[in-house]
């Protein structure tokens, strides 16, 4: 009682405007957060020929440079959203941030392809902060703001890229690929400090009342060691057998790629079934049987994919010599996808206003409609560098509005005790399926490669499987869109997962 009598004597010192300055001063440390991270992964990536030279590696070793940040990344989201749930979402996302900064200064000193793998395993838990960070968002803001501040934060997703494509290649060029690390490395420490300083987590007096009230504290505070260990088993067989498919499939590897597969099923399984008998799960089931969240979980998955599936395969159109692409270099194919990473920055800014007019689910539709045109454009038009670049700004567009409407629709169709849980299951989605994307390119392209010139490129055919199934995936995204808009009339906002 005495925590509850000293948290109201506190609301009642604050006044609206004085929490409204303090939200958005909020929501700017946390879009800063998104910010450097993306901006630290999109600067590395003009860097991967270099560190294939310095360390004599193939392709196929030098896919796991991202690879293995997004295994991580993708089993860590889901058990960092149940972590703030339990634990707080401040001091979780402090500590996660700790963790990447560590993971980024200890890969400016990698000296090897294992030292920098390594740095990259422990670099994947920096993306799982994003279910605190959502989380913390919605504790500060009013459910009629909230759709803004999540377009600002999804926003940084797209301007930490943009910094990152325009200011990598030139930081590699003169300073080298490790100074990449070296100059984000400052940028998340400051981050972090003022999160430490500033940052409130609204939630936490709520949940020290809700614990000393359950009278067992300490299994309130367990943690569901064996569902997420199953979860982790699944998770990384899974992306270990798409990123096998990635590099081609051969006698060699496909035994590897049928096991990792078989050892994802069964893990699924068991995971299932320590979930359902849990009596604190990591993952409540219940939340893939809610109306609302279920389809907003695909269509993350499906926007996951459709992005990633388009964007690797544009490097290589641009890369390859003529005629079988463009016969660009690093800095055409960064002028190549500027209007995406643009466009998409420029939408998800602007989407909240779009939600404010027309709700939620209608820009979800509108989206999945843009996407698709841009998407069949690809397919059509796709012979010179301005064609490329016209038809990834038209998706880019499309993918905005629908990711950002769909992230609102998940933090405010959440309940408030599950959003973290929640956020972290579409977030751990939504990293799948930029791991399928890549896997689903990579194989098209595999399997239409040119024997008639030295090198072996990938042969037009492929971009245009590539581009007609990116298609397909946009028309999936808008059928679920349309599904959601008739469960949504039936349903309100605030829809309580049946016991």
């Known amino acids: 009682m005495l925590v509850n009598n000293r948290s109201n004597k506190k609301a009642k010192k604050r006044s609206p405007l004085t929490d409204s300055r303090s939200a958005w001063f909020t929501l700017s440390i946390l879009s800063s957060t998104l910010l450097a991270v993306m901006f630290s992964e999109t600067m590395l990536l003009p860097a991967i020929p270099e560190i294939m030279h310095d360390f004599n590696v193939p392709y196929s070793t030098s896919a796991w440079i991202f690879s293995a940040y997004l295994i991580v990344a993708a089993v860590m989201t889901p058990i960092a959203g149940k972590l703030s749930d339990i634990y707080g979402k401040k001091k979780v996302l402090l500590t996660l941030l700790v963790i990447y900064i560590a993971g980024i200064i200890a890969g400016g000193f990698a000296n090897s392809i294992s030292f920098l793998l390594v740095s990259r395993v422990v670099q994947g838990v920096g993306l799982a902060a994003v279910p605190a960070a959502f989380s913390l968002l919605r504790d500060s803001f009013p459910p009629q703001k909230l759709a803004i501040a999540i377009g600002v934060f999804g926003s940084a997703y797209s301007g930490g890229s943009v910094v990152g494509l325009l200011v990598g290649a030139s930081i590699i060029q003169n300073f080298g690929w490790h100074a990449t690390f070296f100059s984000i490395a400052p940028v998340a420490v400051i981050v972090a400090t003022m999160i430490a300083k500033f940052v409130r987590d609204n939630s936490k007096n709520v949940q020290l009342l809700t614990i000393k009230g359950t009278g067992d504290v300490k299994r309130r505070l367990n943690i569901d060691l064996k569902g997420a260990l199953a979860l982790s088993s699944t998770i990384s067989s899974f992306l270990i057998a798409l990123t096998l498919i990635e590099t081609g499939i051969n006698s060699e590897n496909l035994i590897q790629i049928a096991s990792s597969f078989i050892a994802s099923i069964a893990s699924l399984a068991v995971f299932v079934f320590i979930e359902r008998k849990a009596a604190f799960p990591l993952l409540d089931l219940r939340l893939l049987k809610h109306t609302i969240l279920l389809p907003t979980y695909i269509i993350l998955m499906v926007t996951g994919t459709l992005m990633f599936l388009v964007y690797p395969s544009i ?43 027309i709700g939620n689910v209608k820009p979800t539709i509108i989206g999945g409609i843009i996407s698709v045109i841009g998407a069949f454009g690809l397919l059509a038009f796709h012979s010179s560098e301005f064609q490329v670049a016209t038809n990834l700004a038209i998706i880019a567009t499309g993918l905005s509005l629908t990711s950002t409407a769909v992230w609102n629709l998940l933090v405010t169709s959440s309940p408030k005790e599950f959003t973290g849980i929640s956020v972290g299951v579409g977030a751990m989605l939504f990293f799948v399926g930029m791991a399928i994307g890549p896997a689903l390119a990579g194989l098209l392209m595999q399997s239409n490669l040119s024997v008639e010139h030295v090198g072996s490129y990938p042969a037009p055919e492929s971009y245009n499987m590539i581009f007609l199934t990116a298609g397909l995936f946009a028309i999936v995204s808008l059928m679920l869109s349309v599904i959601l808009r008739k469960r949504r009339s039936t349903q309100t906002t605030g829809d309580v997962i049946a016991a």
């Open 315 to 357: 490097v290589q159109l641009v890369r390859s010599p003529e005629p079988f692409g463009f016969g660009g270099n690093a800095v055409d194919t960064a002028h190549v996808q500027l209007p995406f990473m643009i466009m998409f920055l420029v939408f998800a800014s602007t989407s909240a206003l779009i939600m404010r007019k």
